[in-house]
C-alpha cells in the first residue's frame, strides 16, 4: 500500500514560482517511477511530468518543458515539482501518482496507481 500526500500549491502571479511536494509512505519508493498530472475545471486530467525511479529520467509535456522540473529524493520518498513562469493556463488541481507496470512513464493516467489527494495551484494574470 502506497499513500501519497501534495503539497506546496497556491495561489501566484502569473511569472511566478511555487514548488509542489509529493511525500509517499509504504514501502518501496526508490523501486518506482512517478507522475505528476493535473486537471483543470472542465477538463480531462493531463499529464504534466515523470520521472524514473532513480531520478535518473525525466519527461515533460511540451506544455510545460523548460519552464517546470521534476525530481525526486528517494531518502526523503519525497517527489518535486519545481513551477517556474507560471501562466494562467496552469491553474489546476496538481496530483502525484505511482506508476504501474514495466515502462517508466505514460502520458495515459490510466497507467498510474496510488495518487494523492491533489493541491490546488492558481495563477493570476
Known amino acids: 500500500q502506497v499513500q501519497l500526500v501534495e503539497s506546496g500549491g497556491g495561489l501566484v502571479q502569473a511569472g511566478g514560482s511555487l514548488r509542489l511536494s509529493c511525500a509517499a509512505s509504504?514501502?518501496?519508493?526508490?523501486?518506482?517511477?512517478m507522475g505528476w498530472f493535473r486537471q483543470a475545471p472542465g477538463k480531462e486530467r493531463e499529464f504534466v511530468a515523470a520521472?524514473?525511479?532513480?531520478?535518473?529520467?525525466?519527461y515533460y509535456a511540451d506544455s510545460v518543458k523548460g519552464r517546470f522540473t521534476i525530481s525526486r529524493d528517494n531518502a526523503k520518498t519525497t517527489m518535486y515539482l519545481q513551477m517556474n513562469s507560471l501562466k494562467p493556463e496552469d491553474t489546476a488541481i496538481y496530483y502525484c501518482?505511482?506508476?504501474?507496470?514495466?515502462?517508466?512513464?505514460?502520458?495515459?493516467?490510466?497507467?498510474?496507481?496510488?495518487w494523492g489527494q491533489g493541491t490546488q495551484v492558481t495563477v493570476s494574470s
Open positions: 501518482a505511482k506508476k504501474s507496470g514495466s515502462w517508466w512513464y505514460s502520458l495515459n493516467p490510466n497507467e498510474y496507481v496510488y
Open positions: 509504504g514501502r518501496g519508493f526508490s523501486t518506482y517511477a
Open positions: 520521472i524514473s525511479s532513480s531520478g535518473g529520467l525525466t
